[in-house]
């Protein structure tokens, strides 16, 4: 795995190791920032359940002006830090604490450009994720979330209400969907 482009392009990010997680291949990353790459610079990221912390760092290295890399592993959030260390990118800020307890203290003063979710699959936490971006004011009219799931149909009835599925891909067997509020247009 690698940085695709940008300032840290050609880097080769460490990943964990075993099963515990599972990092989105390069393919569907490029395909990710392909359908992205004139919503990045100058933006704040949010990368959720980040593992090897692969989306925010690339979104850095593509001129984003922060990523909030969030893993509540202590293997994952150090693998971050090594890879933050490895590609010298300015804006990146790696915390080690759940995903959803990380949205819970959130006030709404700092408010995400790009939102990436990407939990272990077969787990409600991308519409709990969803819930609290809205909730916790978190998300602009503007912003995108990109979800990694392991089928289409995952929006609970609230979330479908409240968001509206711009994009769809499927590569192998993850289904990637780029959402943004309802009602607003891409």
């Known amino acids: 795995m690698r940085i695709i482009t940008g300032k840290a392009k050609g880097i080769k990010l460490d990943t964990l190791d075993g099963l515990d997680t599972r990092p989105t291949s390069e393919r569907s990353k490029e395909a990710i920032f392909s359908m992205l790459q004139f919503e990045i610079e ?27 890399l969030v893993d509540s592993g202590k293997r994952a959030f150090e693998i971050i830090k090594k890879n933050i260390q490895k590609t010298r990118l300015e804006g990146a800020n790696a915390l080690c604490t759940d995903s959803i307890s990380f949205l819970k203290r959130q006030n709404g003063t700092e408010k995400f450009d790009i939102v990436f979710l990407d939990p272990p699959y077969a787990s409600e936490l991308i519409n709990d994720a969803l819930s609290l971006l809205l909730e916790r004011e978190l998300i602009k009219e503007t912003s995108y979330i990109v979800c990694e799931s392991d089928r289409f149909e995952f929006l609970n009835e609230k979330n479908q209400s409240n968001f509206e ?22």
């Open 165 to 186: 599925v711009i994009k769809t891909m499927k590569h192998g067997i993850a289904h990637i969907s780029v959402l943004k509020k309802s009602g607003e247009k891409e």
């Open 42 to 68: 100058g933006r704040v990221v949010l990368d959720l359940f980040a593992g090897s912390g692969q989306m925010g760092l690339e979104a850095l290295s593509r001129g984003a002006k922060s990523a909030y």
